[in-house]
């Protein structure tokens, strides 16, 4: 997430804003969980990964708009 965007804006941001912070580090958490879940390491049922992944989605949905609130 954010590959395009310079990384010491993003470092700023998580270092700045304790919301942000904690949800990029949600989103790390279960970007993890759900990478896990589909190399079959982490047991999961369906509807507890689609769940997952869902609120992975939404998480970043909503750090590309702190982020975009912040660059302007």
Known sequence: ?????????????????????????????LDKKVMDAELGVLPIDDTTLSQMKREKLAAKDRLVRMYAARAH
Do not use: N, S, T, V
């Open 1 to 29: 997430m954010f590959e395009e965007q310079p990384q010491p804006e993003i470092d700023a941001l998580i270092k700045g804003d304790p919301e942000f912070k904690q949800l990029y580090q949600h989103h790390q958490k």
